[in-house]
């Protein structure tokens, strides 16, 4: 791995950048994906949240702008895209493009759905090098004439996997049509699956592959619990996670807005501050709410799996699953957004009865069995903890082990 961004080969000017943000040693993504993009290739990259993966494609692509620059700001035809499927990763990967470029001259804009596109069309009028877009919106502003991509020569793909989750395939065919055909393709992603590595091949040429990590894995430096606990006591434990425990402030997810709002309001009855961040609020409401968890003034802000991904929330230590997710890959990303750069973090999910079919596709996603206990003063009813028997002779034994595991972890110390 290479001691400092300088034997990256990046220019003075963003070496000093680096420097003055106290970056030093690059990770594990950068090392390997800044020298193939400064050589142009096309790259599919997997590397688990928190590893520093918008820096990796946002640094090299800046110094390839900054090679080109020539017309004055206002004249600049788009030259780099960057796809990502929410408006919160849109937002956090501008930030990061504005803090590492700010001493390059270049230009970038942000274009994502839910506010006034008439106010992105002026700023898209003064010239823009670098645009980070949402499908949705970026299709917005190709009907109407407000931009053109037929100068681009750089595209990535953000959490990628993401994209095809939420159905964007038919907004990313509508949009290469508009993308010249020679052009960098980059595709990064936290997970990796047979459908991303299909649309690699539509999108990329002789790729570079780089995967830091194992497929689907979890940061290591995250602790991993799952509690058994009946369903109707899940609402009562986080109370006492967060109150008697002290796991404040903390993310924690639930699949539903109406769970969501539920959940924040009886913490709000139960004298902890939290909100609810999910889909029907309005994009400034999303705003303020995470200004709000940023600033430390809530205990717990209670998401939507919206939040799953590109939420930059630095020392956050603790995140509480409600219930297992509907796609098990977004078990990945949860978690990930604890235990970031190195830090530690403790990742807590709380397991019912209907949660047993989810638990079993997170393992399989994992490869992994999570480890399982109660929590003394919750302990599950085991006469209503008796999930559906697996299909699979290796399910049953499965199930069997977790059941055993489960009677004998009374103490709620003792893992499988």
């Not at 069309?121 to 823009?128: F, H, I, N, Q």
Request: aromatic share 6%.
């Amino acid at each position: 791995m290479p001691a400092s961004f300088a034997d990256l080969t990046l220019s003075p000017r963003l070496q000093q950048t680096l420097r003055e943000l106290g970056y030093d040693q690059p990770t594990p993504i950068q090392s390997a994906a800044i020298p193939l993009v400064l050589a142009g290739r096309d790259l599919l990259a997997g590397a688990q949240t928190g590893t520093g993966k918008t820096a990796a494609f946002v640094l090299p692509i800046l110094q390839l702008l900054m090679a080109q620059q020539a017309e004055p700001a206002a004249f600049r035809p788009i030259r780099a895209l960057v796809l990502v499927p929410t408006r919160e990763l849109a937002v956090q990967v501008h930030e990061s493009v504005l803090r590492y470029g700010k001493e390059t001259g270049l230009t970038c804009a942000l274009v994502y759905g839910g506010v006034s596109i008439a106010a992105q069309v002026e700023a898209l009028k003064s010239g823009v090098d670098l645009l980070i877009a949402t499908p949705g919106r970026l299709l917005d502003h190709l009907r109407q004439g407000a931009l053109s991509l037929a100068n681009l020569t750089h595209l990535v793909f953000d959490e990628a996997d993401r994209m095809l989750d939420m159905g964007f395939m038919d907004e990313i065919t509508a949009l290469l049509k508009q993308i010249p055909a020679e052009r960098q393709t980059l595709l990064f992603s936290a997970t990796c699956d047979d459908n991303l590595y299909a649309l690699s091949k539509i999108l990329l040429r002789d790729p570079a592959l780089i995967e830091v990590a194992p497929r689907n894995t979890t940061a290591a430096e995250v602790e991993q619990r799952v509690y058994a606990v009946d369903g109707d006591r899940k609402l009562a434990l986080v109370e006492h996670l967060l109150k008697e425990k002290g796991y404040a402030p903390a993310l924690i997810f639930s699949r539903t807005r109406q769970g969501a709002d539920q959940l924040a309001q009886r913490l709000g009855k139960g004298g902890i501050n939290a909100l609810a961040l999910h889909g029907d609020l309005s994009q400034s409401a999303r705003e303020n709410v995470l200004l709000e968890f940023r600033a430390g003034t809530l205990q717990a802000l209670v998401a939507t799996d919206v939040a799953a991904r590109g939420l930059d929330i630095s020392d956050l230590n603790y995140v509480i699953n409600l219930e297992f997710p509907y796609q098990p890959e977004d078990y990945v990303h949860r978690i990930g957004r604890t235990g970031r750069a190195g830090n530690k973090g403790l990742a807590i999910t709380l397991l019912s009865p209907d949660d047993a079919p989810q638990l079993e596709k997170v393992e399989a996603v994992l490869d992994t069995r999570l480890p399982q206990q109660w929590f003394p003063g919750f302990e599950p009813d085991l006469t209503r903890f008796d999930p559906a028997p697996r299909r699979s002779s290796k399910g049953a034994q499965k199930q069997k082990a977790r059941k055993q595991a489960l009677s004998g972890n009374k103490g709620g110390k003792g893992k499988r």
